[in-house]
Structures are given as C-alpha cells and as structure tokens.
C-alpha cells in the first residue's frame, strides 16, 4: 500500500467552500469543527516583490464580492506607511463607494442567500415564485447598490478607478445627480426591506463573544477609524497585531483568529452593537420599530442589521453627494519610502486589516492580510457545539439545516452562504 501526503505551508485565509464536523460522545459535543477547504491563493506570497502601487488592483482580486474594502485597506495602509494624508474630498468619494458595496453585498445576502431560510425555500428562484414583488423589490435594490460602484469604481465586480492617494478620475456633480434619484427610490426599497425581514421567525439564541469593529467620533464606520471592543481599551490599526494573533488548525485552509487569547466577532452584528447610537435618525427609527435594540447578540437577526445597515448606506451615500463637491484634483501623490503601514476599513463581513512592509525602492517586502472570515472561524465554530448541545432532540437532518442557517448568518462568502454544508454526527 502507498501513501500521499500533500501538504501546504503558506495558508492565505479564504473565503470558499466547507464542511462542518460534529462529534458527540455520551451526549457531550467532543468537537465541532467548520472545514474551510478551497484551496490557498497565496496573495500575501505573490504580493512580495511588487511594487507598492500595486495592492488595490491586486488584492481586490482576493473577493468578487466585497473589493472595495480589499482597495481601500490596502490604500489606508500604504498611505499610512508613506506618511500621506488624503484630501477630504477624496475620502467622502471613497466612502461614497463604500456604500454602494454595502448595499450591493447585504442585498444579495439578505434575498438570494439568507431569506430562504426563513421562508421555506431551497433558494431564491423557488423563493421568486411565491413572493416575486419581495425578491424583485431586492434585485432593484442590489441594482442600485451596483450602479454606484459603476459610477465611482469604474465597474461594479473589481473596480478600476481605485489608486494610491484617491481615483484616476472623479465625477462631476451633474454626473451624480442621477444617482441620487436612484438611491431615493431605493431608500423605500431598504426601509421595506427591514419591515419585512423584521417578520421572520427567530430561533431564540444569543452568545457572548467579544466584539470588534472600527468607530468613529461622529459618524457610523466604514471606511476607516479605531477599533474598538466592547470590553477593553480601543486601539489604532497599528497595534491590530498586538491583539489578534492568528494560528493554523489542521482542518481549514483559514487561519483562526483570536482578540488577546479569546474569540471574538467582528461583522454588523459588532458593528451595530457598538455603534448604534452614530446611526442617523432614519436608520435608527428602523432598527426600533424592527425590534432591535442598542445591541444584537442573536446571530439570526443579523439579517434584520444588515437590512438596517442598507438603509443607513442609502442615507450616507444621499448626503455626501448632496454636498459633493468635486475634488481639486483626484488624487494626491504617494512618493514610496521604507516604512510598515496599516490599514483597516470595515468590509460588509467585518474588520479587514491590511500591514504592508515597504523598501525605499517602493516594493512590498512583506504583506499581512486578515480578512472578517478568519477572525469569526473561532466565534462560529463555538456556536455550532452550543446549537448542537442544546437541540440534541433533532434529529440528523433538522439539525444540519439548523448548522446550516447559523452559518448563513455570517455569511461568510457567496459559496459558503449557499446550501454547501455537509454536517456528520458521530452519536456513540
């Protein structure tokens, strides 16, 4: 008999497909573990060697999903290492562009991967059948989030426009107004969103782990500002790595994360739990009337945070083109230096942090990349071993749909977020 074993050393942390594995014995959950095993892209590894201005295209690359957030951490971070400030104006563009990947992102969660759960559905074509004007009024909602990354990004799947310092080019404000008339009807699109994903029927289930997100003195974060946690000191982007250190686990191609030796979450159930009170009358009316409180520690409301964070998205993009004006130039100049830079932003999923070493030549010495995936692997693995304790009572197949909507509530990526589960329980 011969053998073969192949392993790889460089792991990159990935969003992609899994499998979860639940072992009980005596009616004790011995291990649950989440089996993320789409193979390594190694972008840290390739990144090496390039030239500094490189990682907004680059990385951008890593998720179809979500490459704002990749562009702009990997801006803020090697801005940050060469000592450059970015025009105001440039950075309301940014966020502006941020809001339209918010949007986009949750939508297609919230109608084409979650709502089925809820409803009854394998999917949301079977979904569009009995409720076509609910995922209708969802795609036209997504359309707007899409045409905003179109307009700023240069394209909605991997922008173009992003660089070092700001964008190759930027709009006039004639060129926005038609946006602001698109994202006014969206606005009653997000609000009919919250009311309706509000009604769903939520399992009763909270848990404690920590929470992570960035904040801002006065506005709610997207596209920079401090961490902060919700027991302990905040810190800046630069310490990140002095708090969460990340380790292998032999049965996923993520790495684990863990905030000072604990699990912690980091995604918009953080998000809002610590920055509820900087949402905007609107969004906050929205929140309370759909039952939500100043904190969500139920994962399978998350659905209603996204929903309301679609909202607030819609109303932050309306303002800054209300008061858009066009930046003096569109971009600022980036000379290269030796120096380490980091660089956070909040990804629809989560904190993504960005470390970049850079030579006086320009050229990456090395990167470090830690997206929202690995940092709630830890977080998720620790509620699929509560859920299965506590509902012992199901039998196999109740109890992997049961894993498979929690891990839906943290859509963790479009392959993961659909029915992709394979759960085996070992009952000795």
């Not at 609910?134 to 997504?142: S, Y």
């Not at 173009?160 to 404000?173: A, C, D, H, K, Q």
């Not at 008339?181 to 509000?198: F, G, I, M, P, S």
Request: net charge negative.
């Amino acid at each position: 008999m011969s053998e073969r074993n192949l392993s790889v050393g460089a792991l990159t942390r990935v969003e992609g497909e899994g499998a979860l594995r639940v072992r009980l014995t005596d009616g004790t959950v011995e291990s649950a573990e989440l089996n993320i095993y789409e193979p390594p892209r190694f972008f840290e590894a390739f990144l090496r060697g390039r030239s500094y201005t490189e990682p907004p295209d680059l990385t951008a690359r890593v998720c179809g999903i979500c490459p704002v957030a990749y562009q702009i951490s990997a801006c803020n971070a090697i801005e940050d290492a060469c000592g450059v400030t970015v025009d105001p104006e440039l950075v309301a563009l940014r966020r502006l562009l941020y809001c339209g990947e918010w949007i986009h992102s949750h939508v297609l969660h919230i109608y084409l991967l979650h709502a089925p759960d809820f409803l009854g559905h394998p999917d949301v074509v079977s979904l569009a059948k009995e409720h076509r004007e609910f995922v209708e009024r969802g795609l036209a909602l997504k359309k707007a989030g899409n045409r905003l990354m179109e307009q700023l990004g240069g394209r909605a799947i991997h922008p173009i426009n992003v660089r070092l310092g700001g964008f190759y080019s930027v709009p006039t404000r004639d060129e926005l107004k038609p946006l602001a008339k698109l994202l006014r009807h969206a606005l009653d699109d997000a609000l009919y969103t919250v009311t309706e994903v509000a009604r769903f029927d939520f399992p009763e289930t909270e848990f404690d782990h920590e929470l992570l997100a960035l904040s801002e003195p006065d506005q709610y974060a997207i596209e920079n500002g401090i961490i902060t946690r919700d027991s302990g000191l905040p810190f800046a982007a630069a310490e990140f790595l002095d708090h969460v250190t990340e380790a292998q686990v032999p049965h996923s191609t993520a790495l684990h994360a863990t905030l000072d030796g604990k699990r912690y979450l980091t995604g918009p159930m953080a998000r809002y739990s610590l920055n509820s009170a900087a949402l905007p009358p609107t969004a906050q009316q929205a929140a309370t009337e759909a039952g939500l409180g100043a904190t969500c520690r139920n994962p399978f409301r998350s659905i209603i945070v996204r929903a309301v964070e679609v909202v607030y998205a819609i109303e932050e993009a309306l303002r800054i083109i209300a008061e858009y004006q066009r930046p003096a130039r569109p971009f600022v100049d980036v000379p290269a230096r030796a120096a380490i830079g980091h660089g956070v932003s909040e990804a629809p999923r989560g904190l993504l942090y960005h470390r970049y070493e850079l030579d006086a030549d320009g050229l990456i010495r090395t990167a470090t990349i830690v997206p929202p995936t690995s940092q709630n692997q830890a977080a998720i693995e620790y509620e699929m071993a509560q859920l299965v304790a506590a509902n012992q009572s199901l039998d196999d197949a109740t109890l992997t749909s049961l894993c498979e909507r929690a891990i839906r509530n943290y859509d963790p990526c479009i392959s993961c977020s659909a029915h992709f589960l394979n759960l085996t329980v070992e009952r000795r």
